[in-house]
Nanobody, 134 residues
């Protein structure tokens, strides 16, 4: 899967941003078993899970600390996954990456622990920088 992330920028605390991740793959291959995830990496820190969504059934998964403030969604027709980020804080400053994982089974067989592990994702976008100033 080829991934292109966009939508990052510099904002003030309390503002909102929506990131987009456009996905594409070879003709004839579908996203029926694909889960798309968002991760973020602040300077000097590890890459942390933000959210994930299943293309097939729309099941969503979040890291607890961001649930309610961040929302992941998808547009099947556009092959694009979004991350709506509200009430942004300086601690949200990071490079945000989208990633794709083709599951062997339906997403219901997996849990948050699986989707939060960046090692389970096969393909990664280039990242988009979000900077939140106070």
């Amino acid at each position: 899967v080829q991934l292109q992330a966009s939508g990052g920028g510099s904002v003030q605390a309390g503002d909102s941003l929506r990131l987009a991740c456009a996905a594409s793959r070879a003709p004839g291959r579908t996203f029926s078993r694909t889960v798309m995830g968002w991760f973020r990496q602040a300077p000097g820190k590890e890459r942390d899970f933000v959210a994930a969504i299943s293309w097939r059934d729309g099941n969503t998964y979040y890291t607890d600390s961001l649930k309610g403030r961040f929302t992941i969604s998808k547009d099947n027709a556009a092959n694009t996954v979004y991350l709506q980020m509200n009430s942004l804080k300086p601690d949200d400053t990071a490079v945000y990456y989208c990633a794709a994982d083709d599951l062997r089974r339906g997403s219901a067989y997996y849990d948050n622990e699986y989707f939060s592990n960046p090692g389970n994702y096969d393909d990664w976008g280039q990242g988009t920088l979000v900077t939140v100033s106070s």
